[in-house]
């Protein structure tokens, strides 16, 4: 099922400008942009703080200015406003492979098949908004599964972020004003006039006479947001990238001729990332299909590619991905994101990598790029750190990242426990060495016992850890079992008996 982000952007040319020409205006103080109609100064777009003073697009600048002596003035510049939302719609690329600017305001994400690689829907958007958020940016978001419903919910939605499940599009548009489905002037007015002001008194009222007297245009943007018409997204493409298109004399919708457009694309691209001494880590194919809409495929690659077999095979293996529907007509291949390849030298020979890191990195593009598997293999990296459980994270797996050095210059069991695990110590000597212990509901008797081993808290990560000490023991019980004990001690010189013992992990 086909998944649409909407992006509204409701002060976007203010915000622009308080994002670049306009840094040191206090955000207390309103701005408006203003526009000449041939008459006179009239207000073109206004932010947050301005519309809560009254004034909004439209009004004339004088008026405006009586009404707020410190309002701030800036001219219009629909051209840079376009450019900019643009070049924020190429930034979104690295959520999904299809973004379209849309409108003076808007974004349009297709998101189909893209969620899971972010968390799920929910946290995709929410991620998504609070970066855009971040950037100091009004937004507003919806996700549904045509683009004119969810640009419908980014605008008039009772939230500020709206996720409407998978063919839920009539109910979540039946309460909301008829002014959410783009329509013009002229048809909203007249709409209004026969007291049609919610979609759902459009969507049931008979169609023919709402199309003898509005035209085609009203019962189309309907459809649209129903899913009952096919609604495209251009995508845009960024700038500078390598790519190649290819328009098809019949459409395609097999496989075998799918893989053979692929291989054309895949040598011409190879071929120009190998002139710029560059190779690609990020690949999209793009299906345009008869009915207009594009059908998107993503694939990474651990390390910088510019050989075509290898992404040739990539690509090919997600195929079964695709849905041609009624036939290809066009197919186009984009690098994304691309890096340079670094060369260096193994046994007097110039190469890239060694033949073992090539290895891996087949593997990894093969595995990464499963349809079943979520995202990039990843792998466990060593982190320096005195807390035992902290000394590895996981990290996107890369051929020079598939060993690790795991040396350390003190014992460490093969098995920790995430968390470490309550005992009770039922006896120690006169020392503190452990002598017996409880866990699990059983009782163990230590023969050999080796420590302390201390290790302090990491206060500059965490306060709460100042002071805080472990005194790790290597145990050895009667039946064969080696624990690896701690006691969590207060700090230093602390007589305190009673202190927890926890078991960390078994040798």
Known sequence: ??????????????????????????????????????????????????????????????????LVPDLAVAP???????????????????????????????????????????????????????????????VRGAMADTPGCAWALAHAGPHGAEIIPERGQAAALDPLPVAALRLDGATLKGLLQLGLERIGQVRTAPRAPLVRRFGPDLMLRLDQALGRVPEPVRPVLPRDAVQDRRSLLEPVSTADAIATVIGVLVDTVCVELAQRGEGARQVDLLCERVDGTVQAVRIGTASPVCDPGHMGRLLRARIETIEPGFGIEAMQLVVRQSEQRCARQVTGMPAEMSPQETVNADLLDRLGNRAALDGVPVCLARRESHMPERRQVTTP??????????????????????????????????????????????????????????????????TREYGRIRNYWIAAEGGGLQFWLFQSVRCVGTADASAPWFLHGLF
């Open 397 to 462: 797996a890369t051929p020079s990242t598939t060993s690790t050095d795991w040396s350390c210059s003190w014992p460490r069991p093969v098995r920790l426990f995430d968390p470490p695990e309550p005992v009770v110590m039922i006896r120690q000597d006169t020392a503190g060495m452990p002598r017996q212990v409880a866990w699990r509901g059983h009782a163990y008797r230590i023969v050999a016992c080796d420590g302390p081993e201390r290790v302090h808290g990491e206060w500059w990560h965490d």
């Open 76 to 138: 219009a510049d629909p051209d840079g406003d376009a450019q900019a939302l643009s070049r924020l719609a190429e930034w979104c690329l690295w959520c999904a492979p299809l973004t379209s600017a849309t409108g003076p305001d808007g974004i349009w994400i297709d998101a189909t098949g893209c969620a899971h690689l972010h968390g799920g829907e929910t946290s995709m958007l929410t991620t998504l908004l609070e970066r855009l958020s971040g950037m100091g940016l009004t």
């Open 1 to 66: 099922m086909r998944r649409i982000i909407s992006l509204w952007f409701p002060h976007w040319p203010t915000d622009r400008l308080r994002r670049h020409g306009l840094r040191n205006l206090p955000t207390s103080q309103p701005l408006v942009t203003r526009a000449h109609d041939g008459r006179r100064y009239m207000i073109a777009a206004v932010d947050r703080a301005a519309m809560e003073a009254g004034i909004s697009p439209g009004l004339p600048l004088a008026q405006a200015q009586a």
